[in-house]
Each structure stands twice: as C-alpha cells, then as structure tokens.
C-alpha cells in the first residue's frame, strides 16, 4: 500500500508551484533521523524538484499552509522539511510500510546469475554470483518488476572436447555420470588434461571431439544433452537448498555457429570485421583488437555472449539486463557492450555487468573445497554444534534442516553485509557467529517476534490507536519502519544489498529495544493489543526485507 501521508505531501507541493504532472514526488521524501526529538519530520530534498520545476520556484513552496497534518514546514539543508502531525504518522506507518507500493511503472528485468561451468567447479565466484543476482532479481519482484532469471550454463569450448576424451577413456557410461555428475564430469576433465600433459595427441583428440560436437554432429550434441541435464538436475538441488530459483537455464550450446554467423554478417555490412593473417575476424575497440571468430572458425565465449543478448532481446525486450559476474569479467563486458553498440542495436545501454570482489580464503577446514555442497555441510555441522551448546536452542537438534538454514543464511548474510566490488576474507567464525551481525540476528528475531504472538496472550489490533504507541522506544522504532520504502528504492538502485541488510540489523536492535520496554504480558488489553501491532507489523518489515537477501525466515529455532 502507498503511504497516505507522502502521497498527501506529494500533492501539496505539486499544487503549490502549479505543476501537477510530475509524477511519484512521493517516493523521493525521506523519514528525517533525528532519532532523539518526538517531532516527526518528513523531508523532500530540492534536487528532486529543481530540474523539473525550476529553482527560482522553490520559495514558492512556503506559501504552504500548515493544516491537520503539516504543522509547520521549512526550507533549509536543500531540502523542504515538514513537520507532520505524530498520530497520523504512526497510523500511516502501521499501514504502509511493510509493503509500500511506489507506482511506478513496472521495468522488464532480466538478471543472469550463478552461471556455473559444468565439469568444473562452483566456484565461490559462482556463489557470490548466485546471491547477488537472486536478491536482485527479487528486491526488483518486490518492487513489481516483471523480472526474468536466467541461468546461463558454461557447456561449451575446447574444455569439453577434454571432458569428452576423459569420459571415454576412463570408460564412464551415461548411467555412471548420472549417479554422480557434477563430481565424476570434473575427474574426466583433470584426467584429460593430466594425460595431456605426457601426450601432445590429447590436445588434438580433444579438438576433433570438441569440433564434432560444435559442427553439429546431431548424435554427439543429443548425447552432450543429456550429460548436461544430469549436471543440472544436480545443481537444482543445491539451489533449492540454498532457495535460489531460476526461470530458465540456457546454455553456452545454444548459440551455435548458425546464430554466430548472423552476428559476423552484420559486422560484415558494416565492414566492422578485419581478417588477421592468421585468419581471425577481429573488430577494432580503442586500440584494442577484440576477437570475434577463431582462425578455425570456431566460436568463443565472447561471440556466444553476443548471440545470447540478441536472442534475450528479442524474447524479452527488456528495460534491462544484468549480468552479474566477477570483477574479473571486467573487459569481456565492456567488448560485449561495445560490439553491440558497434553492430547499431540502441540497446546496448541496457547491459549492465553487475561486478563483483573476491572471497579470499574459503576452503573446508580439511582441506580445500571445490564442492559448494560440501561448503555447505560444513557451515551446517558447525551450526550444530552452536545449536547444542546455545541455552536459546528451543528445536529438537535433530531436525539438520533448521540448522541448515541457519548456516545458509550465515553465508548469505556475510556476503550480502559487505560492498559489492570489495574483496573479502572468510573467516569462519566471524561468519557463523551467534552473537554480532550476522544471518542468527535475523532468524532470531524473526522467530522472537513469532513467539510473542504465540505465547502473550493477547490478539493484535486491527485497527492502529496511535495514542497507545506513545514511549520514546515505539516512536523510534516507527521511524525506523517508516524508512523501509526509502532504503529499498536507494538498495535497488545502487544495486547495493549491504544498504538493505545494515537497515535491518538496525531494525533489529530497535526491535530488541522495543521488546524490553513495551511488555505485552500483564499490559492493559488494549494496550497489548497496540504493541502486538507493533510488532507483528516489524515482523513483516523484517520477514519482506530477510525474503528479498533470500533468506528463508524461520518460526522457530
Ligand atoms: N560460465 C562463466 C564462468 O564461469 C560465467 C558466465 C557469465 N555470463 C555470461 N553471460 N558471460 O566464468
């Protein structure tokens, strides 16, 4: 629901300067934070206004009559500041503020994440991948986007002639590969290439193979296939552990020759190609020659890149795209968008490498681990054992599903709480910290606040009587909700997840505060009533936000 009170101030200042065309004013005013005052103050910063309405306009906005709800107003700080009446305030935030609605006019998303290699390992880079770009896709569904995933498998290149020659020699069968696939595909390819190294004639073997397959030899493509279902079959799991979805998988094998030779004829038209001597069809960025077609004829990573943005293009017609990959990828982006650009298509503006730092120092406490689901395990055993010695620990330990989602959340929190483009340490006891800024802060208070309601006694209001919030404690902790709106739209935009998860550790920390001060137990009816709004109204705040990290909010733990 939008909130009355910005939509009111919205049209107010609209009316005053005669402008009533521009649209969403709403969703640019702020909660000030002056957390110590009683006031409310609500305020709209003049950059949103002055390109639309002109500075010399600006001091009309005085002219504002304070009335029921503006108590006064002032422009000061390149902002217009309104005081707003305390209880209209409080009502408008029980209402609003766990699903604000910004009517804004809804953007095709499009974000390719995790994108793993098959026969290789998940690397953290994968990992970091897979959370970023699955709270992306959702904070962008909250906000009603219509957002497409997709996943968009490595399966293709000289690498898989290698698989190829490994799984034949090792003499695996379909059946072999589909009990154990992401291990058993990744020991064919070290296998090639250890033999690779003692035999030159394994490089070639694996070329033939991998040119059988790219020319599309119909038998070798149906039974490449079905390798790579099993490999995704596999995967699905973990990210159903990890409760990532995907819209799509695609795959590197999709783009083929045919959808390459479409993109070289139009770089040829506009006689963007220049042959090598040594037969490679570059094209020209700043000094750089970037590669599109190999002296073979065979195709790379880059070209597939460009055959899948037209393809998504065309199937989409997305507002945007996202890819959100390592840092690394830095310059085959920017080919990618400059080839696009290159080839006329206008919407080559709508790519964006969602980039991202390093995870130094993660491995299995045994050794190094290559496997995510072994990370995975590990994080699981160690929340275990937390679990056991925790006085607070109120699920039978048996139940590993709690505890894997709690160490799941660990992970996911950690990565989430730093900047994107920073490299980080893992450090496994910092991670799965009990106490401190952590995943457990979130599922605890969750199930804290799950547990009030249970075990009070007492039935929330339907109705907000603003009167019974009146300590210092409730006030604060409405502010804080009513920033939700305002921290989501800035987290969205900067593509930053960390903007959204410091907002609720803080949302956190009021509502430990909060729960101190405003006893349920023993309260007045009424009162109990108010506060269990309160609360259950902070629950749903921190439940769309844990959603949205893609956190699985826990009842109980
Ligand atoms: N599979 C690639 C890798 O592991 C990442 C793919 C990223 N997405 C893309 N459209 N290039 O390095």
Known sequence: ?????????????????????????????????????GNVNLKLPLVCLEAQIGSSEIPKLLKIQ????????KIENKCITFEIDKKLFIADVIESCANPDLNLDNEKIVV??????????????????TIIGNYIGNINKFLRNDVTRINYLGDWGTQFGFIKVGVEDLKYTSENIKENPIKLLYKCYVHANKLAEKDPNILERAKVEFAKLENGSIEDIKNWRVIIGYTKDELKK???????????????????????????DILKNKKLLI???????????????????????STLYLSRDIAAAMHRYKKYNFDKMFYVVENGQHDHFSALKHVIKEMGCKWSDKLTHVKFGRIRGLSTRKGTAVFLNDILDECRELMIQKQVLSPNTKVPISD???????????????????????????????????????????????????????????????????????????????????????VLLASQEQ???????????????????????????????????????????????????????????????
Not at 66 to 73: A, G, N, S, T, Y
Not at 121 to 126: E, I, K, R, T, Y
Request: aromatic letters at 6%.
């Open 275 to 297: 042959k090598q001597k040594d037969g490679k069809e570059t094209i020209k960025m700043n000094d750089k020659n970037i590669t599109i077609l190999k002296s073979d004829g």
């Open 238 to 264: 973990t990210y159903e552990r990890l409760g990532v979805q995907f819209d799509e998988y695609n795959y590197e094998s999709m783009y083929g020759s045919k959808d390459i030779q479409d993109v070289i």
């Open 66 to 73: 304070p009335d029921d709800i503006i108590k006064q107003l």
């Open 112 to 129: 390719e994440y995790s994108s793993p290699n098959v026969a290789k390992p998940f690397h953290l880079g994968h990992l970091r991948s």
């Open 400 to 486: 590993d599903r709690i505890s894997d989602i709690l160490g799941i959340s660990c992970v996911i929190v950690n990565d989430l709480k730093q900047r994107r483009q920073k490299d980080y340490e893992f450090d496994w006891d910092r991670v799965l910290q009990v106490q401190g800024d952590t995943g457990v802060k979130f599922q605890y208070t969750h199930c804290r606040l799950c547990s009030l309601e249970q075990n009070s006694g007492a039935t929330p209001a339907k109705v907000c009587v603003p009167e019974a919030l009146d300590e210092p404690e409730a006030l604060i902790l409405l502010k804080h909700l009513a920033k939700f709106q305002e």
């Open 495 to 557: 593509l930053e997840a960390c903007i959204l998860v410091n907002y609720l550790f803080h949302l956190c920390n009021h509502i430990s505060k909060a729960l101190k001060v405003l006893q349920i137990k023993g309260a007045n009816p009424d009162i109990a009533s108010q506060r269990l709004l309160l609360f259950n109204t902070s629950r749903e705040v921190l439940k769309n936000g844990m959603n949205i990290l893609g956190l699985q909010p826990l009842n109980q733990m």
């Open 1 to 37: 629901m939008s909130s009355k009170l910005k939509l009111y101030l919205g049209r107010k200042v609209l009316d005053c300067v005669n402008k009533p065309n521009i649209s969403n004013l709403q969703n640019v005013i702020q909660v000030e934070n002056n957390t110590k005052s």
